[in-house]
């Protein structure tokens, strides 16, 4: 491949044109009416607007981005996460097209896009599943059987979902109708599919995911393991690598287990298999993301291998250039999502202009984004900015340089997860790698935020001795010279 095409936006956009770049292949970028002047767009060297700023009537129209690729000359198109990126109808319009789809095949996306086919073909591999069903529920009746047998409580899940969506607890029978049904709707109207199953419900576990790559002769190998369990709404805010809890006897029964579900699904490129692990190091089998992660970065920064050269090497149908004992884990790299939500206000998305944006600078510090100072960020696409990663030789000093990151990172106009971020890193349940998917519910709580900054308690403690000293003076006038220059001083 000599020209690609990024059917996506902002910071992921920009990574891989980079990282093409560095490969010598041309890129070409697609953008809404609302991306017209974002970095990517100006990075790439072709770009081409392909409709009004909602992704409903720019960035998910397939067909239409596969139309400029092949207008512009583009022999591959990489669609980075989100958008387009698991959708098996894409990826086979775009072989169908005589495109490379840098990514797997639509078999594959398929088949691990819908959570009970990828219980059901990993099974076939032994891997460590949940006690729960592998096939969808039929009715209520089936569900109170399957209940009998793992227990309360329960999680319905849907089939086809993510994000939480779908989702529902069940502590106990009386309930259990209900909240299918409620399940089933909410699976119905935001995936077009109600098909639900259960499992029982890990009450506090780790959300611990292994990198993986596999090529087209049948190579595979696992990259070590990513921590992604502090989230809020079921969304990632806080990723590290390694994980501070994982033993290697674990970490390499993990990472066989993520090869097998990889092989069950003959899977091309990178993709990540994720699982939830309890307290005793149990680890079951939750789903496969058939794409590239937000928080690919970790993984990079403690194994040296770049995911996004893989992928368009694996997708040239180039042999992976390693194997399993190449690689090892060098140091620690915590990853801080920058988003614009207000972790004041249960962290809802905020809109506005980025009026200061400066980035911080410092060994071990690497920032993917997508804005620059000045530039809106827009309603329509996901509030995240950019992501903020310290990379060190123990987590110790991953988290420090972390630390010290946030607290040099200027960003006005818009509310962000930074202050979230700083505060969440110093706390023992951190420090210390105890903690679970429920982190934030635990420990969280809005008011822990609002501290003034050294600046500001300088500021407040001035203001203070002033009033002290001056509070019980008698007033005077002031006489009409003073006047005037006050006046004046206060026009200008």
Known sequence: MNKILVANRGEIALRIMRTARQMGIKTVAVY?????????????????????????????LGDKIIEVAKACGAEGI??????LSENARFSQAVSE????????TASSIETMGSKIGAKQAAKKFNVPMVPGTDTPLQDAAEAHEVALKTG????????????GKGMRIVRNADELEEQMQMAKSEALNSFGDDSVFIEKYVGSPKHIEIQILGD???????????????????QKLIEEAPSSCLTPEVRKAMGESAVNVA??????????VEFLVDDDLNFYFLEMNTRLQ?????????????????????ARGETLHFKQDDLHINGH???????????????????????????????GVRIDDGYDEGMDIPIYYDPMIGKLVAWGATRQEAIDRLGIAISQFRINGIETTLPFGAWAIKQPAFTKGKFDTHFIEKYYKPELLEVFTPEEQDMAAIMAVHIFEHVNKPLKALDPVTTKWKNRMNLR
């Open 294 to 314: 937000v928080e690919h970065c970790v993984t990079e920064m403690i194994t040296g291998i770049d995911l996004v050269k893989e992928q368009i090497n694996v």
């Open 78 to 83: 990489h669609p980075g996460y989100g958008f």
């Open 263 to 272: 092989r069950s699904c003959d899977y091309h490129g990178a993709g990540t």
């Open 32 to 60: 809404s009416e609302a991306d017209v002047s974002m970095p990517f767009v100006k990075f790439a060297d072709e770009a081409f607007c392909i409709g009004p700023a909602p992704s409903s009537q720019s960035y998910l």
């Open 333 to 363: 790299a915590v990853e801080l999502r920058i988003c614009a939500e207000d972790p004041l206000n249960n962290f809802l998305p905020d809109i506005g202009r980025l009026e200061v944006y400066k980035r911080p600078t410092g060994e």
């Open 216 to 234: 087209t002769h049948g190579n595979y190998v696992y990259l070590f393991e990513r921590e992604c369990s502090i989230q809020r709404r079921h």
């Open 97 to 104: 097209a005589g495109l490379i789809f840098i990514g797997p």
């Open 152 to 163: 309360f409580p329960l999680l319905i899940k849907a089939s086809a979902g993510g994000g």
